[in-house]
């Protein structure tokens, strides 16, 4: 079963940022958070992903609590191509090819 | 760079009938895994292939089945289809071992309807 919890679905105004919440209580001191995202028809594409502090790459922002409890992933001006589904994992990113555990994701719309 | 490949896109078989997917991985990539993802509910892990060997099987039946060859492309088959096995296949590589990030890229995936 998924270790995490995220809101079944979300909006966004084209141009603002995409706050997507995850919990994620029970991650272990060994696990990352990945976020994936898919868009309709398509296979998973992998974002970004962190262990304990704030991550930014050309896609989007990891923000992780203090306590790692709970994380955010921002897009910091979605665009329509940013309507997908996303998904929140937790996983050992060391262990070279385990396997990753889905959720339903969030599925967030972004309207112009 | 060739990226993650599947074939067929769309497939419609009959209960009771067999069913072969196919998988090349991406240039340099050694690992494959096999997701289902049935329509609304996130991908599903079905097993992973390194070195020709089956490593790692989710909770799927035996009618699930899989291979790999030598250039690491790999099969999906499934024995006696159920219409509860219509979903979109997901084919995975990713490179085994080593050190640094771990990430797995997707294929777009097989269309399945069993009828």
């Known amino acids: 079963d998924a270790k995490t919890t995220q809101p079944t679905s979300m909006d966004c105004a084209e141009g603002r940022a995409a706050n997507l919440p995850c919990n994620h209580s029970?991650?272990?001191?060994?696990?990352?958070v990945y976020w994936y995202r898919q868009i309709h028809s398509q296979g998973p594409q992998y974002i970004i992903h962190?262990?304990?502090n704030n991550e930014t790459n050309e896609m989007a922002s990891l923000i992780i609590t203090e306590d790692r409890k709970s994380s955010t992933l921002i897009l910091p001006h979605a665009t329509l191509r940013d309507t997908a589904v996303y998904y929140c994992?937790?996983?050992?990113?060391?262990?070279?090819?385990?396997?990753?555990?889905f959720g339903k994701g969030t599925r967030l719309s972004v309207i112009a | 760079d060739a990226g993650v490949t599947q074939s067929p896109t769309h497939l419609i078989k009959t209960r009771g009938q067999q069913v072969t997917l196919r998988c090349s991985p991406k240039?340099?990539?050694?690992?494959v895994s096999w997701y289902q993802q049935a329509l609304g509910q996130g991908p599903q892990f079905i097993f992973q292939?390194?070195?020709?060997?089956?490593?790692q099987r989710g909770n799927f039946p035996d009618r699930f089945s899989g291979h790999q060859y030598p250039n690491y492309s790999s099969e999906l088959n499934v024995n006696a289809l159920l219409l509860g096995d219509s979903a979109l296949y997901l084919c995975?590589?990713?490179?085994?071992?080593?050190?640094?990030?771990?990430?797995?890229?997707f294929g777009p995936g097989t269309r399945l309807t069993v009828t």
């Open positions: 995975a590589s990713s490179l085994f071992g080593g050190q640094g990030f771990y990430e797995q890229y």
């Open positions: 029970t991650i272990s001191g060994n696990e990352y």
């Open positions: 962190g262990l304990k």
């Open positions: 994992i937790v996983r050992v990113a060391r262990s070279g090819n385990t396997p990753l555990v």
């Open positions: 240039s340099g990539h050694d690992t």
């Open positions: 292939y390194y070195e020709e060997e089956e490593r």
